[in-house]
C-alpha cells in the first residue's frame, strides 16, 4: 500500500518556474514507478511524465520536453516535478501516481498502469 500526497502548485506567471513534490508513505516506495499527470478542466487526465524505480530512466510527453524534469529521492520517499517556462496551456491538477508493474516507457503513459494516486495539486499559468 502507497498513499501519495503532492504539493507545490500555485498561480505563476507565464515564463515562470515551479516545483511540484509528492510525498508517499509506504516501505516500498523505491520499488515503484513514478508518474505525473495532469487534468485540465474539460479534459481528460494526460501523462506528463515518468521515472523508473532507480530514477535511472525518465520519459515525457512532447510537449513538456526540455521544460519539465521529474526525479526522485528514494531516501525521503519522494518524487519531483520541476516546471520551467510554464505556459497557460500547463495549467491543470496536477497527479502523482505509483506503479509496481515494470517499466515499460510507452505503458508509463496510461492511467490504468498505475495503481496508487495522489489528490492533486492546482497549478494555474497565468498569461
Known amino acids: 500500500q502507497v498513499q501519495l500526497v503532492e504539493s507545490g502548485g500555485g498561480l505563476v506567471q507565464a515564463g515562470g518556474s515551479l516545483r511540484l513534490s509528492c510525498a508517499a508513505s509506504?516501505?516500498?516506495?523505491?520499488?515503484?514507478?513514478l508518474g505525473w499527470f495532469r487534468q485540465a478542466p474539460g479534459k481528460e487526465r494526460e501523462f506528463v511524465a515518468a521515472?523508473?524505480?532507480?530514477?535511472?530512466?525518465?520519459y515525457y510527453v512532447d510537449s513538456v520536453k526540455g521544460r519539465f524534469t521529474i526525479s526522485r529521492d528514494n531516501a525521503k520517499n519522494t518524487v519531483y516535478l520541476q516546471m520551467n517556462s510554464l505556459k497557460p496551456e500547463d495549467t491543470a491538477v496536477y497527479y502523482c501516481?505509483?506503479?509496481?508493474?515494470?517499466?515499460?516507457?510507452?505503458?508509463?503513459?496510461?492511467?490504468?498502469?498505475?495503481?496508487?494516486w495522489g489528490q492533486g495539486t492546482q497549478v494555474t499559468v497565468s498569461s
Open positions: 501516481a505509483a506503479t509496481s508493474r515494470g517499466w515499460y516507457p510507452m505503458s508509463q503513459e496510461g492511467v490504468h498502469y498505475y495503481d496508487y
Open positions: 509506504g516501505r516500498t516506495f523505491s520499488s515503484y514507478s
Open positions: 521515472i523508473s524505480w532507480s530514477g535511472g530512466f525518465t
